[in-house]
């Protein structure tokens, strides 16, 4: 049996040329259980009997919708409705991209709402988070459900190391989008798993050293009109790996 406690999810993002409900059944239909939504699929400026009809649907058919992002927050009404509409969706997380400016205005709806903030960093030519270590030191003196969603690929484009990443940060990590690319460059693009130049296993297997519990949500932006077969193939390889630790 692994000895991972963490939970493999969907990032929505991978799926944006399909609607909400397509969305969650090939989220399903790839054996994943968790998922995270994107605006596409879930728009932010939905009101909030439409947001909790959405999220039950998703639900129904069999998904954990935990969190949702990447959500930019340019304004202080902008993170406001993330939170109400995080709440309203009974989600755990948001995975977002905050002005630094907003950044104890949104710690106050953190402790309000009781629901995590994961900044995400966004590597080469992200002006804000382009770093794992960016997000740290805007959350490090900052209540604990301000952490990072670590994306491995864009940290390993900035040719920095995802596993140091996830040893160095493990307390604050409250997402994980994992993927692998196909050069450690501005350059590197996406492509299934182990087909790359991250080590997808040891990725894994640092990621269940840590004893992370949250979800770690595979993000496949390559073919978005038909990426189900190489996302199967991540899945399946993923899951093949983490049947040995």
């Excluded at 998703?58 to 202080?76: A, K």
């Excluded at 995802?162 to 460059?185: F, G, N, T």
């Excluded at 269940?208 to 399946?236: F, N, Q």
């Amino acid at each position: 049996m692994s000895k991972a406690k963490f939970n493999l999810g969907m990032a929505s993002y991978t799926l944006r040329e399909f609607d909400l409900i397509k969305t969650a059944k090939m989220t399903r239909r790839v054996g994943l259980t968790h998922i995270s939504l994107k605006s596409m699929h879930l728009p932010l400026d939905k009101d909030k009997n439409e947001i909790k009809e959405a999220a039950k649907k998703v639900r129904e058919i069999g998904l954990d919708l935990y969190g949702c992002g990447v959500v930019y927050m340019s304004s202080r009404e902008e993170a406001e409705n993330a939170f109400t509409y995080a709440e309203a969706a009974n989600m755990e997380v948001i995975i977002g991209v905050p002005d630094k400016e907003l950044l104890s205005f949104i710690e106050d709806k953190v402790k309000e709402y009781d629901i995590k903030l994961a900044i995400h960093n966004h590597g080469p030519g992200d002006e804000r988070y382009p770093s794992p270590d960016d997000v740290y030191e805007v959350v490090k003196d900052r209540d604990e459900r301000m952490g990072l969603c670590l994306d491995i690929g864009h940290t390993k484009r900035l040719g920095e190391d995802p596993i140091q990443a996830i040893d160095k940060y493990a307390e604050r990590l409250h997402d994980i989008h994992i993927k692998d690319i196909s050069e450690a460059s501005e350059a590197g693009g996406p492509v299934p798993m182990n087909r790359g130049v991250i080590d997808i296993p040891a990725v894994l297997e640092k990621i269940a050293e840590i004893e992370y519990e949250a979800v770690l949500g595979l993000e496949y932006e390559d073919k978005p009109e038909d990426p189900l077969p190489e996302i199967a193939e991540s899945v399946g390889f993923m899951k093949g790996v983490l049947s040995l630790l």
